[in-house]
C-alpha cells in the first residue's frame, strides 16, 4: 500500500485540481464574453476594462480582450474578440464628378434593388440583350427625382427630363 500512496494521492487530488482549473475558467470567460458583448457593434467602447484582462487593437475596428485568472497550474487565459462600428462618414460631391458615365440611352426597365444603377452587372446584361440601360430609382418618376440626393447619384442626371434638380 506504500508504494501506491502516490498514485492514490494523485487520483484524489485530481477532481479538485480541475474544479479549480474549471472555476477560473469560468470566472475569466465570463468576464471576456461580458465585456465583448457590452462593446460588440458599438461606436466607442462603453464598458469598462474588467481586472485581469488586457486588449488588443487588430485593427479596423476589431478588438480582443484577454482575461487571465488563477496563478500557477490553475492559470485559465480566455481571448475574445468583438467589433466597434467605424463612425459614419457623409459623402458629399459639391464639384458634380461622377464615378460613372451617363448611359447614351435608357430601356424601359428599372434598376433591380441588388444593382440600384445598373453600373455593377445589370447594363451589361441589358446591353447583351440589345437594350439600353436600366432607369435609377431616383429617375424613375418626378418624385423620386426631386427627393434624390444628387451627391449620392452614380452618374449624372441633370438633364433627365423632370427640369433643374433644386440641389444640383
Not at 25 to 50: M, R
Request: proline share 8%.
Amino acid at each position: 500500500m506504500g508504494a501506491a500512496a502516490p498514485s492514490v494521492l494523485t487520483m484524489t487530488l485530481a477532481p479538485v485540481e480541475a474544479q479549480k482549473r474549471a472555476s477560473n475558467f469560468s470566472i475569466a470567460e465570463s468576464k471576456a464574453v461580458t465585456y465583448s458583448a457590452a462593446n460588440e457593434g458599438q461606436v466607442t467602447k462603453q464598458a469598462p476594462l474588467p481586472d485581469g484582462c488586457t486588449e488588443t487593437d487588430q485593427g479596423s475596428g476589431a478588438w480582443d480582450v484577454e482575461c487571465i485568472e488563477g496563478k500557477g497550474k490553475y492559470l485559465q487565459k480566455v481571448t475574445r474578440s468583438y467589433r466597434l462600428i467605424p463612425p459614419t462618414t457623409s459623402y458629399t460631391n459639391p464639384d458634380r464628378e461622377f464615378a460613372w458615365d451617363t448611359p447614351g440611352n435608357f430601356s424601359h426597365v428599372e434598376c433591380p434593388v441588388n444593382d440600384p444603377w445598373g453600373v455593377g452587372w445589370y447594363n451589361e446584361h441589358l446591353a447583351a440583350g440589345h437594350m439600353g440601360a436600366c432607369i435609377p430609382s431616383p429617375a424613375w418618376n418626378s418624385t423620386r427625382y426631386f427627393e434624390s440626393n444628387p451627391d449620392d447619384w452614380l452618374f449624372d442626371l441633370s438633364k433627365w427630363g423632370y427640369g433643374r434638380h433644386p440641389d444640383f
